[in-house]
């Protein structure tokens, strides 16, 4: 192991909070659902990546700015989203069925996405890849911030919107015990279905940010599901804060990892950490 | 004796199968029938932790990459023959499943969901120390040069006959299960696991013994695999094809059976097989988890239970029928002949307690249910626990019988400080309890019900025998004739006295009842306040909490009050009740 120069350790740092920062994203909608309404969605992977090849279709192959794919994306998705509950709603799943079932939908979209484009490897060439802010001796990758930014305004926007709206007072309400929140004459089923219908946006959200920054490949779906999870389960269920934070330090403790060891070691990271946690603080999750 | 016919259809199944490889048939059935026994295997085998006890392990990957690349390195590196690596393969499977497992499962809130996706998680761990040492480092173990034990004619005969026998073994250590303690046990923590370790199933160890037998089973079928495919990688090992496949075939096929994890297996691996040509694996994947949806949202108990349900609508009597037909009988029970000859001889010793709590404090985060309570029960007496609401009397029922662990204090019963064991060893020490909300096992038998405190209370009768035991207990409350209907279809007033058959049934020394009149009849509550006299004559010395008046009175020796977590006042009912401070804390201070 040889001790790495203090640039490289505040590169890999900056580039461990913006991973961190997609982690806490695509958290955010997949802790929401699974906090407030109790329902373990999977297939936010599976949209995330959809939204991340039909940004890439969109952009490399028709030439749309990716940002502007997002006018297409948040509503399709949003759509998605609301589809998606709508089918769990009808046959009252429970949280453990829907964790089964999205798993299912998500290898159907894992196949849908294989049929379309291939299991090779597509990489985004957009106008901002290779775009660089530099500061001092540090590189700043102009996607990554980018989804930092996002990932800042959407997790705080929520958070904002959960604690001081009237709307983010009846999901709360409804999370904590939905019957006693319908006696007091609020619409379970209608906030059910905004809510995941703004958690199927926030995955497109955040599959347009994948498509800006990493390489995509169908069966890579599944390696964010361990890591994401930790983010949520670190952050707490429900919080719309949590899954940033808790991704934030998963992504600077993978990032020194890789620093001081062997970058193939990371997804160990998160794992030992959540483990951690359980040990620690039991009552916590 | 009665010929067990499932068996004896299993046996001769298995025998025409055996002779398959010998017929010299093209090598293509032996592949096709080796693809379907290796999946019965991992189906039937994950459907043993995860079936029966409801606990999804999407680990199920991790234990068979375990086995696969315990027998490349073993076989394929260091040349030990191929057979030999395979005990080899469960064991190391089976320690990394307990080693995960004992980590996993002390969390208290570590319940399903949490384990599905912790076990998916080592699923990929494990890849990565595969990928980053010598284990395998990167271009994957090559297994061609392994000699291949000749059980057949041919090669792929040979691996059919091992696939086929480990198939064999694994139903019937499946079915075993299911017949055994353990997989009672099992289902009842599928149903409600706090209330299996009350009523004496030492839950974490069963479900630790259950993950280790599932693990060891997907390692050999992992180490057969790994010589039958000649060329291992860690990314064509450790994905989520297998805990997709195998949910999704248990699922289909009922994961409550014993066969139906094996008949999802056969019915997907013929339909994958069918429905995709050797290089459309997209498709396969795509029909897998639509499959995976339908049979979620559609079969959410599987084919065989469907099918087991109608068989059992067709023979059990209807609940409603029974109702009529006990209320018509003039009810005059006797107790079951356990009854009569008591192991604990009734001493009405009233000098030597059974139970002494002394200082017992529990709190939930600020709030302080129990402030320091003391209180003696002595041997043969009944005692009444009054208060009013909030007082703390659930509370100590459930720090005693070891639902809640107290935060201070001593709990000594029978001679020894029970206040920091496990539930479980408390029910197994002699102490039983009902619950104020009954919190039966939903998917169990009216009569299992009863017969898991048998097997695992004070009583420690084997499963036969508990069954037995059981239908006379069920008589004794009054249950006689609902012994194979599902909890879910008694009334109230069944569901209490269930509860009480329970705990009857594990032969306690200390009954605890917590408020099981609460919500009867008043003739209902005559006949409880019969029953529970009678349980006090053959010797079981009862605690219990009520709000009735008429029953404690009528039925208490002594009476302890609580108020806002301590002792407010102890002794006979009627002098009890006389006291001012008793009556301030039940009515609210006079202001006139």
């Known amino acids: 192991m040889t001790f790495p120069s203090a640039t490289l350790l505040a590169q890999s740092a900056l ?42 279709q969109l952009a490399s192959v028709h030439g749309v700015d990716p940002l502007a794919t997002l006018a297409l994306i948040m509503p399709l998705f949003f759509v998605a989203g609301v589809a998606l509950q709508f089918l769990l709603e009808r046959f009252r799943v429970s949280p453990l069925n829907s964790l089964l079932a999205t798993f299912g939908v998500t290898a159907i979209i894992e196949a849908a996405i294989q049929g379309v484009w291939t299991a090779d490897f597509r990489k985004l060439e957009s106008v901002y890849a290779g775009q660089k802010l530099q500061i001092g001796e540090l590189f700043v990758p102009i ?23 009237d709307l983010g007072r009846a999901m709360r309400a409804l999370a904590a015990d939905a019957p006693m929140a319908a006696a007091f004459g609020i619409n379970r089923s209608a906030h059910a279905i905004l809510l995941s219908g703004v958690c199927g946006a926030l995955a497109g959200i955040a599959g347009v940010c994948l498509a800006l920054g990493f390489t995509l490949t169908p069966s890579q779906i599944y390696a964010w599901i361990g890591v994401v999870f930790a983010a949520v389960m670190l952050g707490g269920l429900g919080s719309a804060l949590g899954p940033l934070v808790a991704g934030i330090i998963i992504g600077l403790s993978e990032a020194i990892t890789m620093a001081f060891a062997s970058p193939s070691w990371a997804p160990i990271v998160s794992f030992t950490l959540l483990i951690v946690l359980l040990l620690l603080r039991p009552a916590r999750t | 004796m009665r010929v067990d016919r499932p068996l004896v259809a299993l046996v001769a199944g298995a025998a025409v199968l055996f002779v398959v490889p010998f017929l010299g048939l093209p090598a293509f059935y032996d592949s096709f029938l080796y693809l379907v026994f290796h999946w019965i295997v991992l189906a039937t085998s994950w459907n043993i932790l995860s079936g029966y006890s409801g606990y999804f392990s999407f680990g199920h990957g991790a234990f068979f990459g375990a086995g696969v690349y315990t027998t490349a390195v073993l076989a394929g590196k260091q040349d030990v023959p191929f057979l030999y690596t395979l005990p080899a393969a469960a064991v190391v499977a089976a320690a ?21 996706l912790l076990t998916l998680a080592v699923t990929f761990v494990l890849s990565t120390i595969v990928l980053n040492t010598p284990i395998d480092g990167g271009p994957g173990v090559y297994l061609s040069a392994v000699a291949i034990p000749k059980l057949a004619p041919t090669v792929s005969g040979s691996f059919y006959v091992m696939a086929l026998v480990l198939a064999f073994a694994t139903v019937l250590v499946a079915r075993g299960i299911q017949r055994s303690r353990l997989g009672l046990a099992l289902f009842a923590i599928h149903d409600d696991e706090d209330a299996a370790e009350v009523m004496g199933v030492p839950t974490y160890r069963y479900k630790l013994t259950a993950l280790g037998v599932s693990a060891a089973l997907a390692g050999v079928a992992g180490g057969i695999q790994a010589v039958f495919v000649s060329y291992v990688t860690a990314n064509g090992t450790f994905n989520i094809t297998v805990p997709l496949t195998v949910v999704l075939m248990s699922i289909l096929g009922g994961t409550r059976h014993w066969a139906g994890p094996a008949l999802g297996a056969t019915a997907i691996t013929i339909l994958l097989y069918v429905s995709t040509a050797a290089d459309q694996a997209v498709a396969g994947k795509a029909i897998v988890g639509a499959v995976l949806v339908m049979a979620v949202l559609l079969l959410p108990e599987g084919i065989l239970s469907r099918f087991e349900r109608r068989q059992a609508r067709a023979k059990g009597t209807p609940a409603a029928i029974v109702h009529a037909m006990a209320g018509a009988a003039s009810s005059s029970p006797h107790a079951p002949a356990e009854l009569a000859n008591v192991r604990h001889t009734v001493s009405n010793d009233s000098t030597k307690p059974l139970l002494s709590v002394r200082g017992a404090q529990k709190s939930f985060h600020a709030l302080r249910a129990l402030q320091g309570v003391d209180l003696d029960v002595f041997e043969g007496e009944i005692l009444g626990v009054l208060g009013p609401n909030g007082s703390g009397k659930s509370t100590l029922i459930n720090v005693i019988s070891g639902h809640y662990r107290a935060d201070a204090g001593t709990i000594v019963f029978a001679g020894e400080n029970i206040a920091r064991w496990p539930a479980h060893r408390i029910a ?23 017969a898991l405190t048998a097997i695992f209370g004070n009583a420690a009768l084997s499963r036969d025998t508990a069954r037995d035991t059981a239908h006379r207990w069920l008589e004794f409350t009054e249950l006689s ?57 053959a010797g079981t010395t009862v605690v219990f909490v009520e709000h009735v008046m008429r029953a404690i009175t009528a039925l208490s020796d002594r009476i302890v009050v609580l108020d806002q977590g301590r002792v407010l006042a102890h002794g006979k009912a009627a002098e009890v009740m006389a006291r001012d401070d008793v009556a301030v804390a039940y009515l609210g201070t006079a202001h006139a």
């Open chain 1, 143 to 165: 996607p990554e911030l980018m989804t930092l930014l996002v990932a800042l305004v959407l997790s705080f926007g929520l958070w904002a919107a959960m604690r001081y709206t």
């Open chain 2, 481 to 537: 004739g609902l012994d194979h209907v599902r909890p879910g279809d008694l009334n109230l007033h069944e569901t209490k006295f269930l509860e009480l058959a329970r705990a009857l049934a594990a032969r306690p020394r200390l009954l605890l009842l917590d408020e099981v009149l609460s919500g009867l009849t008043p003739t209902e509550i005559d006949e409880a306040v019969g029953l529970i006299r009678r349980i006090r004559d």
């Open chain 1, 15 to 56: 580039s461990g909070v913006f991973i961190g920062a997609l982690y806490g994203l695509l958290g955010l909608g997949l802790g929401l659902t699974w906090g407030l309404l109790h329902i373990i969605n999977l297939a936010h992977f599976g949209f995330a990546f959809l939204a991340a090849y039909l940004c890439y």
């Open chain 2, 96 to 116: 990394l499943a307990v080693g995960l497992g004992a980590i996993v499962f002390r969390v208290r809130s570590v319940r399903g969901e949490l384990f599905a």
């Open chain 2, 428 to 450: 197994r020490a002699g102490i039983a309890r009902t619950y104020q909300i009954p919190r039966p096992f939903a998917h169990l038998t009216v009569r299992d019900n009863v």
